[in-house]
């Protein structure tokens, strides 16, 4: 079937080829090829196409932005471990390196515990955010050892403070660093375990992007044999013209 400068039957056929890898992006807002050829088979089909498309989206955005805060949590408990490794004897270069690795880890995870946005990653950060807390008893003691917890929660590396503190006593130092290495260990660890939380959100958002692509096979095989059926009404139409005009 043919309308306008659009081949239906072409486009659709791209269409499906494409759900075999992932969904197809519409361009600056507007409507995809395949969901333009859509309308002009069935515009309840082409309104179907958009919003599983704009799900699917939605779904793919999610898996992704939970990837990374994965990728993320994973650095922080190697860094984590990194810390809890120091001793007394360890170098002042040395433990400076070890909490610049943590700190720019945990705020990492910080942000992308924000850009997935789901209660998963939010109960992950809570447990992280409750493992530096715990350091902070007194309270000021987080600062007093050189880690300054900022407004927006994320934490910074005060090296004169952490020097002054390593003076003063350098092994209740790392024995403070082996304890908050040890808790972020051990929370990452649980979030990352497979029967945890966040690949449980994972599975289920897997699922969903493949019973999305399910629906847009379903679409668009719907829409091929209705473009099917159009092309031999029209065919039967045009023999059927014929045959009056021979009969005439």
Known sequence: MRTGTISVDSVLAQAQAKLAS????TASGGKSADTEALGKISPVLAQVQERITAQSQTVTASLSALGSFKSGLA?????AKGL????????????????????TAYNATLKGAAAAGSDAT????RALDSAVDALDMPRGNLAR?????????TLALDNGALG????????????AFSRLGDSLAKASTEALADDGRLNNYLDRLGKRSQALKDQQAAVLSTATKLSQVNSASSSLSAMALAAYRNAG
């Open 75 to 79: 650095d922080l408990g190697t860094a």
């Open 84 to 103: 809890g490794a120091l001793s007394a004897s360890s170098t002042p270069e040395a433990v400076q390196a070890a909490l610049a690795k943590l700190v």
């Open 122 to 125: 939010a109960r992950t950060q």
């Open 164 to 175: 002054k503190a390593r003076s003063g006593d350098a092994a209740g130092v790392a024995q």
């Open 22 to 25: 992932s969904t197809q992006q």
């Open 145 to 153: 050892l050189g880690i300054a917890r900022q407004a927006d929660g």
